[in-house]
């Protein structure tokens, strides 16, 4: 499985006693694979665990010690990679699947701290009315500073009905406050879809999971059975998931070519993700709406939809994250999530750190309508003519909006412009 963001005890003593069988070597080699361990660096690894075991108040078990030992290497190499012991291993399987029992909350880093990238419809969190950008300052009263995300994840997860306090800070300056809640089991179908008008559809992605590729092409061909116009497409707040999951939403939209390559560590290691099997709406003018919770996958569809031209992206400038982390199985049923490689957009683009910039920026903000009732209008005159046609002043079906669209300015802005696109087009024909 390879995901976007998404272990051997007896090989590590089978280690430890060549070297203390080759203490003249000045490297080890290891049975996993031709990479040498320098001796020098393994003597003091385990002078330190001898003195610990030796010295330390208190007896302390081996296999602490070297979890520990693992979790720590880990944890020097970059944000994302981390050592799961079985139990969260488990639950990375769950949330790839769509099910899991937990507050329903997504974790990203924003200005070094641990911060909200989305809630789950209807979980906890959401309930709760915490909001994308808050920071999690401690859980359980635990700090958060040295958990790492997968960390604060892991203790957010339990057991149905358990609780969890959590401390947030809102706005990154003010006070922090403190909630309890009681976990759910959150299942969620990644793909939910809302009519904006008799001809136009929003399609929202919360995740990339194993069958989000199925569900949105389910979607697709529901809304296709009526006339569609256009379609937006939100993947704000998707904090990513599943590769391949990107890889099939892009080829409901793309009829051909690239979607994303892969680079690993040696130059023979890029590889290229293509779009599979046959689009649902190649034509259909669609709107991308990002920000800056868009990451990981959800990032790879909107830079390969921008790079070929299929869509119009539209927003504030994404995540920015460009790696690809793969698990890779220990012996004693724990596992790495390892990043294995940079991924890159069809035209070559990383966007690490950069992010996607849209094509048309917009900031979310609410929208007001002003009052109008003080206009004088022809209505208003005293002995107005009357209107010789049918005098209906009913609003035309196509012209029913959806009340999101009056109260959420990034997607009114991508839905004027797809009626602008709606409005091109007829004038050509």
């Known amino acids: 499985m390879r995901s976007i963001p998404l272990l051997p005890s007896a090989a590590l003593s089978l280690i430890l006693l060549s070297t203390a069988a080759c203490a003249d070597n000045a490297t080890i080699r290891s049975n996993a694979d031709d990479h040498a361990i320098p001796a020098e660096q393994m003597r003091l690894f385990i002078d330190a665990y001898q003195r610990i075991q030796q010295h330390y108040i208190e007896p302390v078990n081996s296999q602490q010690l070297i979890t520990g030992a693992i979790r720590g290497m880990v944890a020097e190499l970059d944000p994302h990679s981390a050592y799961l012991d079985a139990e969260q291993l488990a639950a990375l399987r769950d949330q790839t699947s769509g099910s899991f029992s937990g507050v329903g909350m997504q974790l990203g880093l924003e200005q070094g701290h641990i911060s909200v990238v989305s809630t789950t419809p209807h979980g906890p969190a959401n309930k709760a009315d915490i909001k994308p950008h808050d920071w999690l300052v401690a859980?359980?009263?635990?700090?958060?500073?040295?958990?790492?995300?997968?960390?604060?994840?892991?203790?957010?997860?339990?057991?149905?009905?358990?609780?969890?306090?959590?401390?947030?800070?809102?706005?990154?300056?003010?006070?922090?406050?403190?909630?309890?809640?009681?976990?759910?089991?959150?299942?969620?179908?990644?793909?939910?879809?809302?009519?904006?008008?008799?001809?136009?559809?929003?399609?929202?992605?919360?995740?990339?999971?194993?069958?989000?590729?199925?569900?949105?092409?389910?979607?697709?061909?529901?809304?296709?059975?009526?006339?569609?116009?256009?379609?937006?497409?939100?993947?704000?707040?998707?904090?990513?998931?599943?590769?391949?999951?990107?890889?099939?939403?892009t080829s409901e939209f793309v009829g051909s070519g690239t979607v994303v390559y892969t680079q690993g560590r040696n130059a023979s290691d890029k590889r290229y993700y293509h779009v599979t099997g046959h689009p649902s709406l190649v034509h259909?003018?669609?709107?991308?709406?990002?920000?800056?919770?868009?990451?990981?996958?959800?990032?790879?569809?909107?830079?390969?939809?921008?790079?070929?031209?299929?869509?119009?992206?539209?927003?504030?400038?994404?995540?920015?994250?460009?790696?690809?982390?793969?698990?890779?199985?220990?012996?004693?049923?724990?596992?790495?999530?390892?990043?294995?490689?940079?991924?890159?957009?069809?035209?070559?683009?990383?966007?690490?750190?950069?992010?996607?910039?849209?094509?048309?920026?917009?900031?979310?903000?609410?929208?007001?309508?002003?009052?109008?009732?003080?206009?004088?209008?022809?209505?208003?005159?005293?002995?107005?003519?009357?209107?010789?046609?049918?005098?209906?002043?009913?609003?035309?079906?196509?012209?029913?909006?959806?009340?999101?669209?009056?109260?959420?300015?990034?997607l009114r802005e991508a839905f004027n412009l797809l009626k602008g696109i709606k409005a091109v087009r007829m004038l050509g024909e």
Do not use: C, W
């Open 139 to 249: 859980i359980d009263q635990q700090s958060t500073e040295s958990m790492g995300l997968t960390g604060a994840t892991d203790k957010l997860r339990g057991e149905t009905g358990s609780q969890v306090s959590l401390t947030l800070r809102r706005d990154g300056s003010s006070r922090p406050f403190t909630i309890t809640l009681a976990r759910d089991r959150i299942r969620t179908d990644s793909v939910t879809t809302e009519h904006l008008n008799r001809t136009m559809a929003m399609v929202r992605i919360d995740e990339f999971q194993n069958d989000t590729g199925d569900e949105l092409h389910n979607a697709l061909e529901q809304l296709a059975q009526q006339p569609l116009d256009g379609l937006v497409l939100d993947l704000r707040g998707n904090p990513g998931g599943v590769l391949d999951a990107a890889v099939d939403v």
């Open 284 to 410: 259909t003018p669609l709107v991308v709406l990002i920000d800056g919770g868009t990451a990981s996958a959800a990032e790879i569809v909107a830079g390969a939809l921008q790079d070929h031209h299929r869509a119009v992206i539209l927003g504030t400038d994404s995540y920015g994250k460009a790696s690809v982390q793969a698990i890779q199985p220990l012996t004693d049923g724990s596992a790495l999530k390892l990043t294995t490689a940079r991924y890159y957009t069809p035209n070559g683009r990383s966007i690490q750190l950069d992010g996607i910039a849209p094509d048309v920026h917009a900031t979310a903000a609410t929208v007001e309508e002003l009052n109008n009732d003080n206009v004088s209008r022809e209505t208003n005159l005293d002995r107005h003519l009357n209107n010789p046609g049918t005098g209906s002043s009913e609003i035309p079906a196509d012209e029913t909006i959806n009340p999101m669209v009056s109260s959420d300015f990034q």
